[in-house]
């Protein structure tokens, strides 16, 4: 457990997703540099003042590899040092668990801010995109908001808890929401960071905030075709304000490249099948 340098009511969160890094020069998709769009993310938040904490919900690697963990963390720690924020990280459906326990820490854990906490969960499938809270991970934290904090929890998992937008991230959510939802009803918990779906997007679930960042990587199109799945270069992050009492405050921000909205890809219906096929759950969502 971590102590938190700021004893203050209100809680500044720095959220990035997706980062996809790799421990060497690839490329994401052959066309995005990973590493560099992660540093335009941080030059674009350099001068925020007051950030508490920078949330990290998932996805940080692409390949896996210790490196790439490595990479990520002397990029992250130092900026967050150096505004005496703590650093806290979430697996994502492309981590390796391994790799991100050597390097960044225990995958389930409690991070105590002040008069806050931030609790990450691990939602990752082996070998799979979509997502899972399992039965041991749902009792760990139902025995941790059993004892709720004065100002609340955050909660931070990489598969969000509410429905995608775009044809194969609906083929790719959180199995069974209901599951996790139903453990954070009555409970401390004031707002949920995820990722995962490579695009800012703020609702509520059951009263609960959930606020999915932009990804680093890519932009997924919310405004392709049904039957169309796309992303293009675009990165992002999501600055989030959480007070003492009511809503946070959620701004989000984007990290200007010079080939944003270049096409990274397109999946047609068939495409957008296979993938599934390959990587979807099990069965289909209601």
């Known amino acids: 457990m971590t102590a938190s340098h700021q004893p203050s009511a209100d809680l500044r969160i720095l959220h990035i ?6 421990g060497d020069a690839s490329l994401h998709y052959d066309v995005v540099d990973t590493t560099a769009a992660l540093e335009r993310v941080l030059a674009a938040a350099s001068e925020i003042p007051d950030i508490d904490v920078v949330v990290l919900s998932g996805d940080l690697s692409e390949d896996g590899t210790v490196r790439s963990y490595r990479a990520l963390r002397d990029l992250v720690e130092p900026w967050a040092a150096d505004r005496g924020a703590t650093a806290v990280y979430a ?13 960044l820490g225990p995958r389930t854990r409690v991070h105590a801010l002040g008069r806050h906490r931030i609790v990450t969960l691990d939602s990752s499938v082996p070998g799979a995109a979509y997502g899972s809270v399992d039965a041991e991970q749902l009792a760990w934290l ?17 598969h969000p808890p509410t429905r995608a937008v775009t044809p194969l991230l609906r083929r790719l959510e959180l199995d069974d929401p209901h599951a996790l939802l139903g453990i954070l009803d009555g409970s401390d918990v004031r707002l949920v960071l995820c990722g995962h779906y490579h695009h800012a997007l703020v609702t509520l679930e059951r009263g609960i905030p959930v606020v999915v960042a932009p990804g680093v990587t890519n932009t997924s199109d919310v405004t392709a075709p049904p039957d169309v799945e796309r992303a293009r270069i675009g990165a992002g992050f999501a600055l ?8 946070p405050r959620v701004s989000i921000v984007s990290a200007p490249g010079p080939r944003d909205g270049e096409l990274v890809f397109e999946l047609d219906a ?4 296979d993938v599934a096929a390959s990587f979807g759950a099990p069965r289909p969502h209601a």
């Open 17 to 22: 997703s997706d980062t996809h890094l790799f």
């Open 240 to 247: 989030v304000d959480l007070p003492a009492s009511g809503a």
């Open 91 to 103: 697996m994502g459906n492309h981590d390796d668990p391994d790799a991100f326990n050597e390097v």
């Open 142 to 158: 139902s025995a941790r908001l059993a004892d709720p904090v004065d100002l609340g929890t955050v909660l931070v998992v990489h």
């Open 270 to 273: 068939a495409g957008i099948r």
